[in-house]
């Protein structure tokens, strides 16, 4: 027969075992939600840079002109269909920590950020500029994006060539 103060005793015991499991735990669990805070801030500066990446080379590979005075560091005009049918001068440009891009009516569109003041997702030029060139060679385009908070950077480079470049557009073939 048990007395009766050995059940309080075992409830007891097995609190105290649990709350020494529940706090071994808490750092793991700390850890493993700041992995996960890592993790998802590094797939949004990836996939954000990926975005702006892989529209600035659409536009810049559909160029309706060739490349000639058109790269000026952190600048790049490039010529594309209009709505009303006609050739229009499209403009990249980096502003306030923004990939930005200027419409052949003067409107300017963000291409990153979300917000109106500082950004917590930085898109930054390249070491030199953001975009490059090098004796009618194709355009080198560099940037990082940077998060504020976390201090994560992703680096991003590729470069590419117009088809009115590459087809020599408007030349005489022999």
Do not use: C
């Not at 006609?86 to 920590?97: P, S």
């Amino acid at each position: 027969m048990r007395r009766k103060g050995m059940l309080l005793l075992d409830a007891l015991m097995a609190l105290f075992l649990l709350s020494a499991l529940a706090v071994m735990m808490v750092p793991l669990a700390g850890e493993w939600f700041s992995a996960m805070e890592r993790s998802r801030v590094g797939a949004k500066l990836s996939e954000t840079g990926l975005f702006a990446m892989d529209f600035m080379v659409e536009k810049i590979r559909n160029n309706r002109k060739t490349m000639a005075g058109v790269v000026k560091e952190n600048r790049y005009d490039y010529q594309a269909v209009t709505d009303k049918g006609t050739d229009g001068t499209y403009r990249f440009f980096v502003d306030q920590e923004k990939l930005k891009l200027q419409l052949y009516n003067d409107s300017i569109q963000p291409i990153t950020g979300e917000y109106t003041g500082p950004e917590a997702y930085a898109f930054l030029p390249g070491k030199k500029s953001l975009f490059q060139q090098e004796g009618g060679g194709p355009v080198v385009i560099s940037f990082t994006m940077h998060h504020q908070m976390k201090r994560m950077d992703r680096d991003f480079e590729t470069s590419v060539i117009p088809y009115a470049d590459f087809y020599g557009k408007r030349k005489v073939y022999e």
